[in-house]
């Protein structure tokens, strides 16, 4: 098949059937709001963040779905109940004690997630257009071990990458630490947008426990596998972080 700029490829036969969504956040940003609800919750023009997400997955044929929860975890248990779980085969990952974070927060679920290959994850409060059969198709082409959405918006942490868009290291550009995976002549930054696709074959590379970030995973493993950069630049993209952000998203998202 020749794509749209005469490039010839040969169309893949894996797809995307399952994803994750990381809800179990405290959200402490959209105070006073999540001192009774969860962040998953936060209504977007009469819709919760979490419907959005669910709905956004299942226009891309996604209806495998595993959710982390934690923070008044009840509350989107009831709500997705409520709803008969939108027609989806939806897993909740109850994180009791205390938030996993996000490499936690995967780890735990892989009993879920480790038949498909590859699975899509994003977080709940982030509210996009992007095209996942377009980041899918950057996936199956240079098979990576996960790829990030990213853009090259500010922001005050970056993802560095090389010229061929594989992970390097990582940089506060409010306090300008670094962390470097790989020494590269030119680090270009580009700004993550919570959004991944990830092979399985991750879960057995994880030897962290606990609490831990996927940043610090990736960066980790960034060293020995691929670990690729997607850009999506000029997609609608609103972390609905804050209440302000909540205005910015109702008027994109109707």
Not at 12 to 26: D, N, Q
Not at 127 to 149: C, E, G
Not at 231 to 238: A, F
């Amino acid at each position: 098949m020749i794509s749209a700029n005469g490039e010839n490829f040969i169309l893949s036969e894996i797809s995307l059937t399952a994803a994750m969504i990381f809800a179990a956040g405290l959200g402490t940003r959209l105070k006073p709001w999540t001192d009774r609800h969860p962040k998953a919750l936060a209504v977007v023009n009469g819709k919760p963040l979490l419907q959005r997400n669910i709905e956004y997955l299942k226009g891309f044929g996604i209806t495998n779905l595993i959710i982390n929860v934690h923070h008044f975890a009840d509350q989107v248990i009831e709500f997705l109940k409520a709803h008969d779980h939108f027609n989806c085969n939806i897993a909740v990952s109850h994180e009791i004690e205390e938030p996993l974070e996000t490499g936690g927060g995967l780890k735990k679920a892989a009993w879920f997630l480790q038949p498909y290959d590859p699975f899509f994850v994003i977080n709940a409060d982030i509210l996009t257009n992007l095209d996942i059969n377009a980041m899918l198709q950057f996936h199956n082409r240079h098979k990576p071990l996960v790829t990030l959405a990213v853009t090259d918006r500010k922001a005050s942490r970056s993802f560095l990458f090389s010229d061929s868009d594989q992970l390097c290291g990582w940089r506060n550009n409010v306090s300008g630490e670094e962390k470097i995976s790989i020494p590269a002549t030119n680090n270009i930054s580009k700004a993550f947008s919570g959004i991944h696709i990830i092979d399985p074959a991750i879960f057995e590379l994880i030897t962290e426990e606990g609490k831990f970030s996927l940043v610090d995973l990736y960066l980790r493993l960034s060293q020995r596998h691929s670990v690729m950069g997607f850009d999506h630049s000029g997609d609608i993209l609103i972390d609905v972080g804050k209440p302000e952000a909540i205005e910015q998203a109702e008027r994109y998202f109707h």
